[in-house]
């Protein structure tokens, strides 16, 4: 994991904006081989957007080539309600940039049948060539996307009900009621989230700093459903100071001193080599089970996904680079790296030379 620490809001989100726009340039893509993007709402990427529509406006990158799918969405709010995420989305990024609307895939949370589009969702990543880029923000109690504390850490994109918690954090958009905040989502799994090939999170502010301590320095736990990001590859956390308000001082020292090395090196992240190039490079073959294949008697059970990505396994190992070899380590015992010792210099005469009293009185 990368956790990339910057000053402040803007310097963080300067750098994910940064970020994203390097990736979906290094991978050139193209109508055949679009680069795949998954956003996130909420007030913390709004920076990220902002200045994504700024470098666009300037004519530094282009969505032409870029399919988009979004985490989540409410149900039962019209689309065109303005705190509706697909209001969030054209209000914040689509309507100021080249993105092609038939590339934009946001969950429908009025849907007829909810599941179904839910599957869909899922079909269409897959159909996409799975997500290449996840851009993230958390809420504070370490939910990713709408996965809520007690999600499974295996889920896929579902209806999902919010905890009172989030209801009670995001009524700030709906005029400080909380009756007014949709009590259901539509959202993709953490399992979605972690077969994307690169998972940015942004996280921002003293609020949410207990959910990075948990999710950082304690172990993987579904109470903290960001702390899966330990199982993912490539993940990277970018953060302003404040968030990092209950870290050990030692943790976020090491971090800083693994980008700074990192940066003195020439490299700021290695990346799966073969899937990232864009161009002329196979994409790997995906393989995500739907409702299509299960052929039990009863199509709504789906057998448990394993945690690790399948996307990430269909690239053999070798196409990882590796940073550098570590010689094996040889267990020795430490007797053997004492050199042997020189009788003539022992400090303790030979014991039958030694004058004891008894040898002293017969001498
Ligand atoms: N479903 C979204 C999350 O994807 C988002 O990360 C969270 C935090 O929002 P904010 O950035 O406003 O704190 O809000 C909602 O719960």
Redesign the pocket.
């Known amino acids: 994991m990368r956790l990339i620490i910057r000053d402040d809001a803007l310097a963080a989100s300067t750098y994910v904006a940064n970020y994203i726009i390097d990736r979906i340039r290094a991978f050139n893509p193209s109508a055949q081989h679009p680069f795949v993007l998954g956003l996130?709402?909420?007030?913390?990427?709004?920076g990220v957007y902002k200045i994504l529509v700024e470098r666009y406006k300037a004519g530094e990158i282009s969505f032409e080539h870029v399919v988009t799918f979004n985490?989540?969405e409410y149900v039962g709010i019209p689309r065109d309600d303005a705190e509706s995420?697909h209001s969030f989305m054209y209000k914040h990024f689509f309507s100021h940039v080249n993105v092609d609307p038939s590339n934009v895939h946001i969950l429908d949370g009025n849907a007829a049948n909810l599941e179904a589009e839910c599957v869909a969702f899922e079909d269409a990543i897959k159909a996409a060539g799975g997500i290449d880029l996840f851009l993230?923000?958390?809420?504070?109690d370490g939910?990713?996307?709408?996965n809520e504390p007690g999600s499974s850490l295996a889920s896929r994109t579902r209806v999902k009900t919010?905890a009172y918690e989030?209801i009670l954090?995001?009524s700030?958009?709906f005029g400080n009621d909380v009756t007014k905040v949709p009590r259901m989502?539509l959202?993709v799994g953490v399992q979605t989230v972690l077969e994307a090939r690169e998972v940015v999170v942004?996280i921002?502010?003293q609020?949410?700093s207990i959910a990075l301590q948990r999710c950082v320095e304690q172990g993987v736990n579904h109470m903290w459903t960001l702390s899966s990001l330990q199982l993912h590859p490539h993940p990277m956390i970018v953060v302003d100071e404040d968030a990092t308000l209950e870290l050990q001082v030692k943790t976020v020292k090491y971090f800083k001193s693994i980008e700074k090395i990192a940066l003195e090196e020439g490299f700021e992240q290695i990346l799966p080599s073969k899937v990232r190039t864009g161009i002329g490079s196979s994409v790997p073959e995906t393989r995500i089970h739907s409702l299509d294949d299960f052929d039990g008697p009863d199509p709504s059970i789906l057998a448990p996904q394993p945690t690790t990505s399948r996307l990430l396994r269909a690239t053999p190992a070798t196409e990882y680079p590796i940073r550098s070899v570590s010689p094996d380590l040889v267990p020795d015992r430490m007797a053997s790296r004492i050199p042997e010792p020189n009788l003539s210099m022992r400090l303790t005469p030979k014991p039958e030379l030694q004058l004891t009293p008894h040898n002293a009185i017969k001498a």
């Open positions: 996130p709402t909420g007030s913390t990427p709004q985490m989540d995420y993230a923000g958390i809420g504070e939910h990713l996307a709408f919010l989030t954090a995001n700030r958009f989502a959202t942004v921002l502010g609020r949410k």
